[in-house]
């Protein structure tokens, strides 16, 4: 078998799956593992990267509210793009359209890495930035919606979910990754220099690293070849399809899976941490190390539940996952603030990661078998990118909820729900078959 061109539109893609020891697989399994590091390593860059210049960026009044704008265009880009590069994946082909987001998002990068200064531009250097965020999440959506399922599709069927695991664990390293980078930089040029000019290193490198994954792509990733297999038609507007068409259920469905997912990152994330650095128990450097030991264990059981899946099912898996860490979450949640520093604590939040965030690990191969090939990227975009918005909008209602439940009752509830998601979404939606190629 020889590398063959890609097919001219996905709805000839085969019904019959690759051998496993073919190159084009493994590249193009390879680009999916990259691509998603450098989609997650851009999408943290603003929330940790600018923090420390943002004083410096866009002046010392209403940091908290600015950066806010900054991770809201993200947010709004990225659903965005998914509706926007999904239908066209469907249509002209995934690894094509996967080159033109690189693009976008390595054009965007490098751009911000170029913003002016406040004491140049005024206002003007928040603006520039925002509306830069909100074109890189256009992109970033657009990536994933391509990438992701291209990759799944070139896997054989037994190692989809230990694939779809590889992909996914690359978000905690993307993260860890720009912390410890952000670290050292401000170790080696201190606070002033890096507010002036070192938080422009990393955006530099995050666009560097799109421009060698895009020569990488380019050259190496193509479609799944042209069989004579027979398959279905492709729809004129795979969009509509998704959202109102013949694919609706399966969309909704996975789209409170999927919530249930973002609220458990929200909240055994973004939310711990900020209550631990207010807690008493740790200061910032102790807080930062914890998180980032559990955020690598973590990322080890994501690659795990993802060849789990494989063996039980993914239905199965994540219904038993919902529903245990709907139970275990608020538990683990509530005792590491009535447990004092020391490794106790330490454990405490690594139970937490593991019982949360490792359900992320089959995503990526669920999501691509719960839509055919004809709209499967717009499936998948949609499904992953619009289900981030309600659960990123926690700053608004938790504190409402605080004022009833408490301070960290109120973030165990939250995360019995996010359980309770998973577990519904999945027991609403057929099993999906782990053996067979994708159809």
């Known amino acids: 078998m020889t590398d063959v061109a890609a097919p001219s539109h996905p709805s000839a893609l085969p019904a019959v799956q690759p051998a496993r020891q073919h190159p084009a697989a493994r590249r193009a399994v390879r680009g999916g593992i990259m691509g998603n590091f450098v989609d997650q390593f851009d999408i943290f860059l603003p929330i940790i990267a600018l923090a420390p210049a943002a004083g410096h960026l866009y002046g010392s009044e209403n940091m908290v509210a600015n950066a806010g704008l900054i991770f809201i265009a993200t947010l709004v880009g990225r659903p965005l793009g998914a509706a926007v590069f999904g239908p066209l994946a469907d249509r002209i082909g995934r690894s094509r359209t996967t080159q033109v987001t690189i693009a976008g998002v390595a054009l965007t990068t490098l751009l911000i890495a170029a913003v002016p200064a406040q004491s140049v531009l005024g206002p003007g250097t928040l603006l520039l930035i925002v509306a830069l965020r909100f074109l890189g999440g256009i992109f970033i959506g657009g990536g994933y919606t391509a990438a992701v399922p291209l990759a799944m599709e070139w896997a054989p069927p037994r190692r989809r979910g230990l694939v779809s695991g590889l992909i996914m ?10 912390a410890a980078l952000v670290f050292a930089l401000l170790g080696a ?10 938080w422009r290193v990393p955006f530099v490198l995050g666009g560097l690293m799109a421009v060698a994954l895009l020569v990488y792509y380019r050259s190496r990733v193509v479609d799944i070849p042209v069989t004579d297999a027979p398959v279905p ?5 795979p969009l509509r399809e998704i959202l109102f068409g013949a694919y ?40 930062a190390l914890t998180m980032f030991v559990a955020t690598a264990v973590s990322a ?8 789990v899946s494989t063996v039980v099912g993914r239905r199965r898996f994540f219904v038993g996952f919902g529903l245990v860490a709907a139970v275990l979450a608020p538990v683990l949640y509530l005792a590491i603030f ?25 995503v990526g191969a669920y999501l691509t078998e719960r839509f055919p090939v004809t709209v499967r990227s717009s499936g998948y975009g949609v499904a992953y990118s619009l289900s981030i918005v309600l659960p990123a909008l926690y700053p608004y209602y938790l504190p409402a909820l ?6 960290y009752g109120a973030v165990a509830a939250l995360l019995a729900m996010a359980g309770v998601l998973v577990a519904g979404g999945a027991a609403a939606g057929p099993e999906v078959s782990t053996r067979e190629p994708l159809r």
């Not at 664990?169 to 720009?178: D, G």
């Not at 038609?233 to 507007?237: C, E, G, I, K, T």
């Open 402 to 407: 605080q004022g009833v439940l408490g301070q």
């Open 300 to 307: 080890v059981t994501m690659a795990a539940c993802g060849q």
């Open 233 to 237: 038609a492709r729809p004129r507007h």
């Open 248 to 287: 609706r259920k399966q969309l909704w469905q996975v789209f409170v899976l999927m919530s249930g997912m973002w609220l458990f990152t929200n909240m055994a994330v973004a939310v711990l941490s900020g209550q631990l650095k207010t807690s008493e128990a740790l200061d910032d450097q102790s807080v």
């Open 338 to 362: 009535r447990h004092g520093a020391g490794p106790g604590l330490m454990l405490l939040v690594v139970g937490l990661q593991v019982v949360t965030v490792s359900v992320y690990g089959p």
């Open 169 to 178: 664990w690359m978000s905690p390293w993307a993260n860890a990754s720009i």
């Open 189 to 198: 040029l201190g606070a002033a220099r890096y507010a002036d000019w070192g």
